[in-house]
């Protein structure tokens, strides 16, 4: 038996009691939810935070709507460090490390993860891959990659005497995926300790190109796996000469087979579904702003499956894709793993799990056992339907992803949609755009940055910059921004085939680079400098 195959078997096996519960309690969502509330609270009564607010007496998600109050990063900050400091802040229960994440208005959060929280995240994790397994069993088979991003030197902004940051995704798992990262992953999590980029994409592309079991693809960012994936091609000349040299006849074996494949490969016949035969699945963000990405790596990837990641944040996992849903595509609540509560934008009002209405578009507020209580994570998602009581969500995006400088009320889902059709009428191949604004000027205007491939002629940028600034007047109150002159017309740059990879440099100064999201609507910043205008 290879060693893959009784791996992959055995972590299916340990996946099965979490699958099983969740299938069995899909009709139970309000028992299950109100269960783990009661849990939690009783658990964290006497932390600081539940004397506060009365964890002890309270019985009913009732009680808790009324006594514990929706709150974002600033409001509980202070606890979280003092949680950092080994104090029973948030939790009874030790803080293991401070994961880092992007912040809307600052720089970096810090989001403490317990035993408990990791243990929440499993939940998640197993009936994911569990049914993943059941529905593509040569997965057990081969070999697995899970998103690894350069190492970057964090600095807390407060004392802490835990550790700032997990090494790779495999330590969500715990034990498990300490070993699994040393007998079934591509890529050793030590890489992502490599805090120079060129460094670490290099070694990551080798250990990948020298794996020709590799059967699952795990990254968050679509857009990361494509810019991996251009620059293995710039650096094929050595990456097969290191492949020759380093395994013997096996390397040799592999480095020939390699070159002849890109030999065969052209501009539309990419060589990567040769390069890894074995390669089923692509999971990734496919909602919101990464739709564009995930159809382009669909395109270079043609017979792999592209699985929607659903909706996994650092500080909670929401949702996952389950083959047992009534939809294509679809990803249930995650309704095991945390409390959940959702804000009905267009009335203010805050629902349970088990009040949603299809159709409605919600803000998602948790409650984890890392300590965090009735906290605004700030994703938009819709309500597509239900699996027996089980909610059925779809991803829209962040809920302050919009601009706002005079009075147009630009929301991202809107611009994206501007952007697709506007770039589908000019410039067929373009493979990356955003949209910020510029207000140091008067009036202040927007910039259309787009990179539009290679066969394109830079004439047509003034006729972009028109149809995209008719396209966003299809917005009421951009138009009237626009019609009383608050607001200068639209500008068109085209860029570099580079910009991208500049775009995730400039993004991952406060974050991992593979846990940037594309943004195709962004706020104020040097854009002109940083993404390297063509014209």
Request: glycine letters at 6%; aromatic letters at 14%.
């Amino acid at each position: 038996m290879q060693t893959p195959f009784l791996i992959n078997s055995l972590w299916k096996l340990w996946c099965a009691p979490r699958a099983h519960f969740f299938d069995r309690n899909l009709s139970k969502v309000e028992k299950v939810q109100c269960d783990y509330l009661q849990r939690l609270l009783r658990k964290n009564q006497n932390s600081r935070y539940g004397r506060v607010h009365g964890f002890a007496n309270i019985r009913s998600y009732s009680e808790y709507q009324s006594r514990v109050p929706v709150v974002d990063y600033a409001d509980v900050e202070d606890f979280i460090w003092e949680a950092a400091q080994g104090g029973s802040a948030l939790t009874r229960e030790k803080i293991l490390l401070l994961e880092p994440t992007s912040g809307t208005q600052s720089g970096s959060k810090f989001i403490p993860y317990t035993a408990t929280l990791r243990s929440e995240f499993q939940k998640g994790i197993a009936p994911w891959v569990y049914h993943l397994f059941r529905r593509f069993p040569e997965l057990k088979s081969g070999t697995s990659y899970w998103s690894l991003s350069p190492s970057l030197t964090q600095v807390p902004p407060r004392e802490s005497r835990v550790p700032i940051g997990f090494d790779s995704d495999s330590r969500y798992l715990g034990p498990l995926g300490v070993w699994m990262d040393r007998q079934l992953f591509s890529v050793p999590s030590r890489i992502a300790k490599i805090e120079d980029p060129d460094r670490f994409f290099y070694l990551t592309a080798l250990h990948l190109l020298r794996d020709e079991s590799l059967s699952l693809v795990s990254v968050w960012n679509p857009g990361f796996w494509t810019i991996l994936l251009e620059k293995i091609a710039g650096w094929k000349e050595n990456l097969l000469r290191d492949i020759q040299e380093g395994q013997s006849s096996s390397g040799s074996r592999r480095a020939r087979h390699l070159e002849s494949e890109w030999g065969k490969s052209t501009e539309d016949n990419p060589p990567w579904s040769r390069i890894w035969p074995r390669l089923r699945v692509i999971s990734c963000w496919r909602d919101g702003w990464a739709k564009v990405p995930s159809e382009r790596l669909q395109q270079l990837f043609p017979g792999v499956f592209i699985q929607p990641k659903g909706l996994i944040a650092t500080e909670a996992f929401v949702s996952f894709p389950h083959e047992g849903s009534p939809q294509s595509g679809a990803n249930l609540l995650a309704y095991p793993c945390h409390f959940f509560e959702f804000i009905d934008v267009q009335t203010g009002k805050i629902y349970p799990a088990w009040k949603l209405v299809a159709g409605e578009t919600y803000s998602v507020v948790v409650t984890t056992g890392g300590g965090l209580y009735r906290y605004r994570l700030r994703d938009l998602v819709s309500i597509t339907g239900f699996k027996d009581s089980c909610p059925i969500l779809r991803f829209i995006a962040k809920e302050d992803a919009f601009s706002d400088l005079t009075g147009e009320k630009l929301a991202t889902e809107f611009v994206q949609k501007c952007g697709e059709r506007v770039l589908a009428e000019c410039v067929t191949d373009s493979l990356f755009f955003l949209l910020a604004p510029e207000p140091s000027e008067t009036p202040p205007f927007y910039v259309f940055y787009f990179y539009p491939g290679e066969k394109w002629d830079i004439g047509n940028l003034k006729e972009i910059a028109v149809k995209m600034d008719e396209a966003l007047a299809e917005n009421f109150h951009y138009r009237l921004c626009r019609r009383l002159g608050q607001l200068g017309a639209v500008r068109a740059v085209s860029l570099y085939s580079d910009a991208e990879t500049r775009y995730y440099r400039h993004k991952s100064r406060n974050s991992k680079w593979g846990d940037v999201k594309w943004k195709v609507l962004e706020q104020p910043d040097r854009w002109t400098e940083i993404l390297g205008p063509s014209g």
